[in-house]
């Protein structure tokens, strides 16, 4: 099934023991400057300590951003702070993923049974952070259905060994912490850029996880003399982005060609089996239209058939991603509430409570494997509702191949990205005819419309109208919105 809603992102009972406890306990015990004090519990004065390095991180992916990235896993103040604060934030999303979309996981995990073994590779692992969730899920599944766990074998690949060897320590501890785990777990660290598992991993795989790779340097082959070839081909030279989460690229650096992750990726897609392969990247715009544009080179592949059952999600088609250019991109955002008495906290020094999960990605079926198809007559909502001048109904964006979509509201309904929709419902229209679409502007449009006009006149005059604060719109008054909602009562 494709993304909606779930009702409730839905926390193993083990998340608050790992966010609360050992995280917490870990990094403490690890990172205090004072030996005497790491074996005590952590308190609100060690969050006070901690969080100055939670809000310096958190300053360098929001605010005055450096052109050239800092490496800040290999600073030991900043490998705490991702380790307390980001570390939650970015595996609550990878957990929400493998909720939407369970059926893939039990892929993964009739694979791991058939085969004696779960192999989970995990690239730009970084502190395991997609692994730390899978295994939460694991044990969550192993104790509502009263099942033993296979051996589970974790394969990381990122560039800082420092940072793999904290995610080993946390998984360790949650694996000799609960009965189910303990003798399950093995981890194979990697201090490689994640390209290189195409060429040393061999045997075959019950999932692949890729996290925020795609927009890193030094993390991916360089050929200078390549061309980016296939059915999507076009130009990938753009800058790293993030966004307030931490998605934050190791080292700064142009975005690869999309034909430079295609080849290791394609090799590895061909060792994929049981819950195929999982990349999710930040919510902004550029690293999203990497990935759409990379899903677009993978379809049609060997390991990778042209057609819908191909694709986990989000895709309900297999044509050309209609948003992997210009301004609108494929991203989703989930209403979420990150359980987590350390993580609140640090949320709420940062005057940034978590209400919403966001992230794009993309994962697509193992070799031979077929994910279920969206019904036809259903559609998937890519954008909130926007209404645009001129036009008196809000409408959603759809996902089609080549273009997206239009759905009207006629009637006020709760409609998300990321969610879908029966294009017959009567709160949606299909198209404009029938409904009046097109009417006076709006309020605030209208403000908008003599903005404009004014930045124009500006400009005629040889003026930068950015200089001019006149030439900013203004929050409308009441007395303005009375006036202005006459006028377009009288048109």
Excluded at 2 to 10: A, E, T
Excluded at 29 to 57: C, N, V
Aim: hydrophobic residues 35%.
């Amino acid at each position: 099934m494709k993304p909606s809603h779930p009702p409730d992102l839905r926390f193993p009972p083990a998340w608050n023991w790992l966010v609360d406890e050992a995280i917490p306990s870990y990094v403490k015990g690890t990172y205090s400057p004072d030996e005497r004090w790491r074996d005590k519990p952590f308190s609100e004065k060690d969050a006070q300590f901690f969080f100055r390095g939670i809000a310096e991180l958190s300053d360098l992916f929001t605010e005055d951003r450096p052109k050239t990235l800092p490496a800040y896993f290999r600073h030991p103040k900043f490998r705490s702070a991702y380790l307390l604060y980001f570390l939650p934030l970015q595996a609550a999303k990878f957990l929400s993923l493998y909720l939407l979309h369970e059926p893939a996981l039990e892929a993964m995990f009739q694979h791991g049974q058939k085969t004696g073994t779960l192999r989970i590779v995990d690239l730009g692992a970084g502190p395991g952070t997609g692994s730390l969730a899978l295994t939460l899920w694991l044990l969550d599944r192993a104790a509502r259905e009263d099942t033993e766990l296979p051996p589970i074998e974790f394969h990381w690949w990122d560039t800082d060994r420092s940072i793999l060897q904290d995610g080993r320590a946390l998984l360790e501890r949650l694996g000799s912490h609960f009965p189910r785990l303990r003798g399950k777990v093995t981890i194979h660290l990697h201090a490689d850029p994640w390209w290189r598992a195409a060429s040393t991993l061999q045997e075959e795989t019950s999932l692949i996880l890729m996290g925020h790779v795609l927009n890193e340097k030094g993390s991916r082959p360089t050929d200078k003399g390549s061309r980016p070839t296939g059915r999507g081909s076009r130009s990938m030279d753009r800058g790293p982005d993030l966004d307030e989460d931490g998605e934050f690229p190791l080292e700064a650096g142009p975005a690869p060609t999309r034909d430079l992750a295609l080849a290791p990726l394609e090799t590895l897609m061909s060792r994929a089996r049981g819950g195929g392969l999982l990349c999710v990247e930040p919510a902004s715009r550029i690293p999203s239209q990497q990935l759409s544009a990379l899903r677009d080179q993978l379809l049609g592949t060997t390991s990778v058939p042209e057609q819908a059952s191909s694709i986990w999600g989000p895709c309900p088609h297999a044509g050309r991603c209609p948003l992997s250019t210009g301004r609108d991109w494929c991203h989703f955002s989930l209403p979420t509430h990150v359980p987590g008495k350390w993580f609140k906290d640090f949320s709420r020094r940062l005057s940034a409570e978590r209400q919403w999960l966001k992230f794009s990605y993309l994962w697509l079926a193992a070799p031979g494997t077929r994910a279920p198809v969206l019904q036809q007559h259903l559609r998937l909502v890519v954008s909130e509702p926007m209404r645009r001048p001129g036009e008196r109904l809000p409408f959603v964006l759809t996902c089609e191949p080549e273009r997206p979509g239009r759905l009207w509201l006629r009637l006020p309904v709760d409609v998300h990205r990321g969610q879908v929709v029966n294009p017959k419902e009567p709160a949606f229209a299909a198209s404009s005819a029938g409904v009046p679409a097109v009417g006076p502007a709006l309020p605030q449009q209208l403000a908008q419309q003599d903005y404009q006009k004014r930045v124009a006149k500006r400009r005629a005059e040889g003026k930068t109208p950015a200089a001019d604060s006149e030439a900013k719109p203004k929050r409308l008054g009441k007395r303005q919105r009375e006036r202005l909602k006459r006028q377009r009562d009288k048109t």
